[in-house]
């Protein structure tokens, strides 16, 4: 049973450092919680500490045995859990940018840092080359977790793993209702569920089904930072080959690139440069399989310089002169990955010296704008967060409270935005969920 209040709270609630919190003023007619936090990922536990710390005699419940399982899995369990910079223009959201850049930059990252650094007792350290920042120690996500847990109790949160809310009515006293046991009575409720991605580590969606249920419209959600599945068997056949390249889509001034590790997979392309732009193919999949889907633009394109180099960077290697076009390839792209280029365009026996000017165009094409053959993105269960969710125009930026319904403030990534690979995801999850608890604790 996780509903109700248990007899243990009710004493040690009441008093946090020698000082009453919240309805303590009168233990024995304290019957609920001035703020219960829904999910315990790093968005609703820095929630919690955050309304705890502002005197809000605080619950933090989860459905998982216990908050935060996937902090263990993040950065393949290393867990990078923050950028060495930010640009809130790399955030991905159908909401306004500038409610976006409001809410980010709501928090400097060196104070994020000092944060994590200081009350939450984490070690860090730079990785200079990726931009990354990971826990200093070897236990990755586990630290991390782990160190969250204990400031979040050290400031007198209350957690309750196994504990799955059903629904949330902001009309009722009991307005968190539980699957088993009596509701729990809060005055102020943190939605931080998480969104779709992962559902095995108890992020289902319910944030979503919670917020339209409480009149909110949803940006729908679709896999984001996800692989790509497609490719030919010579593509598959170089699978685990990585390289550096730029990846571009869009056309116009709607065209966007970026530039980053490529990597070859037995069924399509993966690598941070791939999982930064899936978000453009699951989209475009996520509008083709509405039920009324308009004319459908076609699926975007996504277009690879390989090694980041251009047409004319390439010209020199093509230059007229002795030996085959296949030779000069292989001394600059790494791999067969020349061969395969090569094999497509029939021209895999080419020599320099006669190459036809079409045919040089053609592998120049190949080699700086090549269109990747993708069938589909992958889904939810293989994509490391959701886009979509809880427009940001149907909170109040300074504290993320519903302009719906006062009691319900959301954080995280049940909001609608994302951040590519490299630490911002959390960084999101930790600046919503300081503004959204704060917001709760003095709503
Ligand atoms: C494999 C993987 C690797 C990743 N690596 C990184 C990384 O290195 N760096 C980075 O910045 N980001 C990374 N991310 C993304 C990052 O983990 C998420 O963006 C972040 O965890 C979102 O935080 P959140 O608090 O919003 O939600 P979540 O972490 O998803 O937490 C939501 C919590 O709510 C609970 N919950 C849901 N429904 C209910 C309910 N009905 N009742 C009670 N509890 C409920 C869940 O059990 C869960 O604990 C990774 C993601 C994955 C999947």
Not at 150 to 175: H, M, Q, S, Y
Not at 249 to 256: F, K
């Amino acid at each position: 049973m996780c509903g109700g209040r248990s007899s243990s709270e009710y004493s040690d609630a009441a008093f946090v450092n020698g000082r009453p919190l919240g309805y303590a003023s009168s233990v024995t007619k304290k019957t609920g919680f001035d703020v219960v936090v829904i999910g315990g990922g790093p968005s609703g536990m820095t929630a919690a500490y955050f309304a705890a710390k502002a005197g809000a005699d605080v619950l933090l419940v989860d459905s998982r045995p216990s908050p935060g399982e996937k902090i263990l899995l993040s950065g393949g369990g290393r867990c990078n859990v923050l950028p060495v910079s930010v640009g809130p223009e790399a955030y991905v959201t159908d909401s306004s940018p500038h409610s976006l850049r409001k809410i980010l930059l709501s928090w400097p990252l060196e104070e994020v840092r000092g944060f994590l650094e200081g009350p939450i007792g984490l070690r860090l350290i730079e990785q200079k080359r990726t931009g990354k920042v990971f826990p200093a120690g070897s236990g990755g996500g586990a630290e991390v977790r782990d160190a969250f847990i204990k400031a979040i109790r050290r400031t007198g949160v209350k957690v309750r793993g196994k504990c799955r809310v059903v629904d949330v009515l902001p009309d009722e006293r009991r307005r968190v209702v539980v699957e088993s046991g009596p509701g729990i009575v809060a005055s102020h409720v943190v939605v931080a569920t998480g969104g779709m991605s992962y559902p095995k580590t108890g992020s289902t969606g319910f944030g979503f089904e919670i917020a339209q249920r409480l009149g909110h419209s949803l940006i729908p959600p679709y896999p984001a930072l996800v692989l790509l599945y497609g490719g030919t068997p010579a593509h598959h056949g170089l699978a685990g080959l990585s390289l550096p390249v730029r990846l571009s889509t869009g056309d116009g001034n709607q065209r966007t690139s970026s530039v980053g590790d490529f990597l070859f997979t037995h069924r399509g392309y993966s690598g941070p440069v791939v999982l930064n732009a899936a978000h453009a193919i699951a989209r475009w999949g996520r509008a083709k399989a509405a039920p009324a889907a308009p004319a459908m633009s076609p699926r975007p394109a996504l277009r690879v310089s390989w090694l980041d180099r251009s047409a004319s960077d390439w010209e020199s290697v093509l230059a007229p002169g002795p030996g085959t076009v296949r030779t000069a390839l292989s001394e600059a792209l790494p791999g067969r990955l020349g061969d395969v280029l090569l094999d497509e365009l029939d021209l895999h026996e080419a020599e320099k010296s006669t190459l036809r000017r079409d045919d040089r165009a053609r592998i120049l094409k190949a080699l700086s704008d090549y269109e990747l053959p993708i069938r589909r993105a992958g889904g939810f269960g293989e994509a490391e967060v959701t886009g979509g969710g809880v427009p940001l125009g149907e909170v109040l930026p300074r504290t993320l409270g519903s302009r719906l319904v006062p009691t319900v403030f959301f954080c995280g990534e049940v909001l609608d935005a994302f951040g590519p690979i490299g630490g911002h995801n959390f960084l999101w999850a930790f600046v919503t969920g300081r503004l959204a608890g704060s917001g709760a604790a003095s709503g």
